[in-house]
């Protein structure tokens, strides 16, 4: 499962209203190969179900990750973080044994 914090829930619903995404729109959380750590996190708006994903609901938010980055993601928590240090979504993930200064990659 991959969980929303109070602030990313308030976050991704001023986003939706402000890009006008319809209602159907999910989260895709994924991860790719890149960054100064190894590998990079993707987030993005979708409305295309595919069959190999899995799709997660917390706080009304819902969430959708392929079969592949979920075995990087699991117990991940999104949050979202809009103080001096730095503004936007941040991942909270478990898994991840070295992370990057700017919290953007990881390495597991």
């Known amino acids: 499962m991959i969980k929303v914090s109070d602030n990313a829930k308030k976050q991704v619903d001023k986003l939706k209203a402000d890009q006008e995404v319809s209602a159907e ?22 409305t295309d179900l595919k069959e190999d994903d ?8 819902k ?9 990087y993601l699991v117990g991940t928590e999104l949050d979202f973080s809009g103080g001096l240090n ?15 200064g700017c919290g953007e990659s990881f390495s597991i």
């Open 25 to 46: 729109a999910f989260i895709r959380v994924g991860v790719k190969g890149g960054g100064c750590s190894g590998l990079t996190y993707v987030l993005d708006f979708d």
């Open 54 to 61: 899995k799709l997660f609901e917390d706080k009304g938010v």
């Open 63 to 71: 969430i959708v990750v392929d079969k592949k980055s979920f075995l």
């Open 86 to 100: 730095g503004k936007g979504f941040a991942f909270i993930n478990p898994n991840a044994s070295r992370t990057c």
